[in-house]
C-alpha cells in the first residue's frame, strides 16, 4: 500500500491550492480515504473523509467550509480543494486509508501559509 501526498507549499493567505493523494498497492475502489493535518506539537486532525461506494464525504465540523475532498477513482487519487486559506491552516498534510485493522499514511506534504 502506498499513498503519496503532493500539491503543498508556500500559499499566500486567501489562496487556494488543491492537495492530491495518489494511491497504490489496493482495490482503490474499494476504501474511503481522509485528509488529516497535522501542526509540530499537536495532535493530528482529521479534515475530511470520502467514501468509496457513493462518494459521500464527511467534513470534521471544525473544517467545514473551506475544505472540499473529492475522488477519482480512474486516476487512484484523492483531492482536497483548500479555500481560503489563513496562516493558522499551516501543517503537514496526510492522506489515509484504513484498510481492515491497519491504518495506512502517505508521508505528508507541507503546507505553509504566510505573506
Known amino acids: 500500500v502506498q499513498l503519496v501526498e503532493s500539491g503543498g507549499g508556500l500559499v499566500q493567505p486567501g489562496g487556494s491550492p488543491r492537495l492530491s493523494c495518489a494511491a497504490s498497492g489496493f482495490i482503490f475502489d474499494d476504501y474511503a480515504i481522509a485528509w488529516f493535518r497535522q501542526v509540530p506539537g499537536k495532535e493530528r486532525e482529521g479534515i475530511s473523509c470520502?467514501?468509496?461506494?457513493?462518494?459521500?464525504?464527511y467534513d470534521a465540523p471544525s473544517m467545514k467550509g473551506r475544505f472540499t475532498i473529492s475522488r477519482d477513482n480512474a486516476k487512484n487519487t484523492v483531492y482536497l480543494q483548500m479555500n481560503s486559506l489563513k496562516p493558522e491552516d499551516t501543517a503537514v498534510y496526510y492522506c489515509?486509508?484504513?484498510?481492515?485493522?491497519?491504518?495506512?499514511w502517505g508521508q505528508g506534504t507541507q503546507v505553509t501559509v504566510s505573506s
Open positions: 470520502i467514501r468509496s461506494t457513493d462518494g459521500k464525504t
Open positions: 489515509n486509508a484504513k484498510i481492515g485493522p491497519f491504518d495506512y
